[in-house]
């Protein structure tokens, strides 16, 4: 199966999972009144099938490890574009795990770019980094959507309901 046909049938089995455990905990549909956080949600979801369509091809074009590699860049772009976009601290720990970052990337990744590597995988799998980043922060934009259950831990912290 080609990129585009593994994510439309992960995002299909995904969704219908999705729906019948929404039905099965008798949830109703219902629309907030602030149509932004649903503006959010859906450029989330289209970020998301777009980062896992990039992904997939990235697999296809240069083999799954140096693609992971680079779409978990993706947290790290979040991580060092967090301090402009949601105003939070960007603290020495984070500084030094983010070079670390890069410097992994540079040894792992530099040296397939040099040995003739497929450019196109490369791309594939730097833009589905970006996508993740874009999932992400529009995600994090949508403040009165919640997901399927809330959990709220309990005093005995061995015990989780989801309410």
Not at 62 to 70: A, D, K, N, P, T
Not at 111 to 116: C, D, F, L, Y
Not at 145 to 162: F, S, V
Request: aromatic share 12%.
């Amino acid at each position: 199966m080609n990129s585009y046909e593994i994510v439309f049938l992960r995002t299909l089995i995904g969704s219908a999972l999705l729906v019948v455990i929404y039905l099965l905990k008798k949830g109703k549909f219902h629309i907030t009144s602030d149509k932004k956080d649903y503006l959010f949600i859906t450029l989330s979801g289209i970020a998301m099938g777009t980062s896992w369509m990039l992904l997939y091809e990235a697999y296809h074009q240069i083999g799954v490890g140096i693609s992971s590699l680079l779409y978990y860049c993706g947290p790290v772009i979040v991580m060092i574009l967090s301090p402009l976009i949601f105003k939070e601290k960007l603290t020495v720990p984070k500084i030094i795990g983010f070079l670390v970052v890069i410097v992994g990337i540079v040894l792992v990744n530099g040296q397939s770019a040099m040995s003739g590597i497929n450019t196109i995988g490369f791309i594939c799998g730097g833009m589905s980094a970006i996508m993740y980043f874009f999932m992400v922060t529009l995600n994090k934009q949508a403040k009165k959507i919640t997901g399927l259950g809330q959990y709220r831990i309990m005093r005995n912290p061995q015990k989780c309901d989801i309410i």
